[in-house]
């Protein structure tokens, strides 16, 4: 299942572009074309990332990163592809979701963070990460790394 959310809201007149992420994969072989389920193609659905760049910029996007394995390719993006996308769309945050909740994948809990603050380093882009239920402020937001301390 997938879906993608995006919010166009208007603070203070100031208009902000959130782009929300639920799961899917990025595949160009399956995304420009069907689904993929049970060694069989399914459910055609559009590439994500190709038929939301008309709603490019964002100001912000909020994409699941967690419970990914390289042999479920068509069910959840990893990382570096989150990164990709992020750039793609042209957001210019990301906040990763969906992996300090519950261990789903077979790696490590905090493995998906540390891999997307590698992959965005790389890239130059900017992350935000947040404690869970932290209260930020986009433009003096400082990354702490606070999930080292529970390792």
Known sequence: M????IVVSTIFAISYRFY???SFAYNDEILHS????NGK????????????KKYAPFNISFMKIGAYDETWPYIQINPEEAIQ???EIKADV???THWTTFDLGLHSWYEPIERLIDASNSKG??????????????????????????K
């Open 94 to 96: 990301l906040v990763p």
């Open 41 to 52: 193609f399914v459910n055609s659905i559009p590439n994500p990332n190709f038929s939301f």
């Open 20 to 22: 929300l992420s639920k």
């Open 85 to 87: 996308i992020q750039r």
């Open 125 to 150: 882009t900017k992350v935000l990460t947040p404690k869970v239920g932290e209260i930020v402020n986009l433009k003096q937001y400082e990354n702490k790394y606070w999930w080292k301390e529970f």
């Open 34 to 37: 069907k689904n993929y389920n």
């Open 2 to 5: 997938w879906i993608i959310i």
